[in-house]
């Protein structure tokens, strides 16, 4: 079956020195993927080359059998990327209620935009009794919260997130990877999910890919990932 997301050997860096080398990876429709690797392994550039914020020296990026060389950011998010980058941006002077209404706006029409922000409310119960709370009032669960709800409000197929869990506390934690877990099982969403948190992400993960100075070093389904204790002790720390 043709993967959703195809990496095809990216060479990726910036100013001409390379972080990725050669990387591959294919995910398939509806996995959940988690991205692991130390501090500097280039996980946050092979997401910001998926989504185009980076431009790679070679290779492909191609999604659902489009190749995406040539194709802008935005074009990338209307066919159907969206990307949530490490740091939780919210605009901090609307309102949770027009954050979310933002992220859909290009989406949806006023009565279906009314509809897709209930449903993440749905999603992200704290949220909803936050509607009129504006950016800068949220703890930082609720703004990663909102950063999530605001990427899947036009519902992407395919979700790049950067290390959702930094800071947080482990319940929050878990109920933000709950709902991607339940996103997946429900609509079917792709996830490509950077963590340092390497027990937390393998927990809701079909699938492991561990980055080690920019080249793959492991691509195997996290359970063997998670009881591979020799792999586990060289790159993820444990
Ligand atoms: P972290 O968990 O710390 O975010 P990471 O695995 O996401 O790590 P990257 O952020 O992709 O790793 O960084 C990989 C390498 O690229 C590091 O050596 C970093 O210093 C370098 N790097 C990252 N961003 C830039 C930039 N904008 N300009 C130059 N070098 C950069």
Redesign the pocket.
């Known amino acids: 079956m043709t993967p959703l997301l195809e990496i095809d050997a990216i060479t990726a860096?910036?100013?001409g020195s390379p972080?990725l080398h050669e990387v591959g990876l294919a995910i398939p429709q509806g996995a959940i993927v988690a991205l692991l690797?130390?501090?500097?392994?280039?996980?946050?550039?092979?997401l910001?080359t998926i989504s185009g914020l980076v431009a790679p020296a070679s290779g492909r990026v191609v999604l659902d059998g489009r190749d995406l060389s040539s194709v802008s950011v935005e074009d990338r998010s209307r066919s159907g990327l969206a990307q949530v980058p490490?740091g939780r941006s919210v605009v901090a002077e609307l309102t949770v209620d027009e954050n979310l209404r933002l992220g859909g706006l290009w989406r949806f029409d006023r009565r279906q935009l009314t509809a897709a922000v209930d449903e993440i409310y749905d999603l992200f119960e704290p949220l909803s009794r936050r509607r009129a709370a504006s950016g800068h009032q949220l703890s930082g669960g609720e703004r990663q919260m909102l950063a999530l709800g605001r990427a899947i409000i036009a519902r992407p197929r395919m979700l790049l997130l950067?290390?959702p869990s930094l800071g947080l506390a482990p319940r929050v934690v878990a109920q933000i990877l709950g709902v991607l877990r339940r996103l997946r099982d429900d609509t079917g969403l792709t996830v490509l999910l950077?963590e340092?948190n390497v027990t937390s992400a393998l927990a809701i993960a079909d699938h492991g890919v561990v980055?080690s100075l920019?080249s793959v070093v492991a691509d195997r389904p996290a359970a063997e990932l998670l009881s591979d204790g020799a792999l586990r002790h060289a790159y993820l720390g444990f």
């Not at 690797?37 to 092979?46: D, R, V």
């Open positions: 860096g910036y100013g972080v690797g130390a501090n500097g392994a280039g996980k946050t550039t092979l910001r490490e950067d290390e950077a340092q980055l920019g």
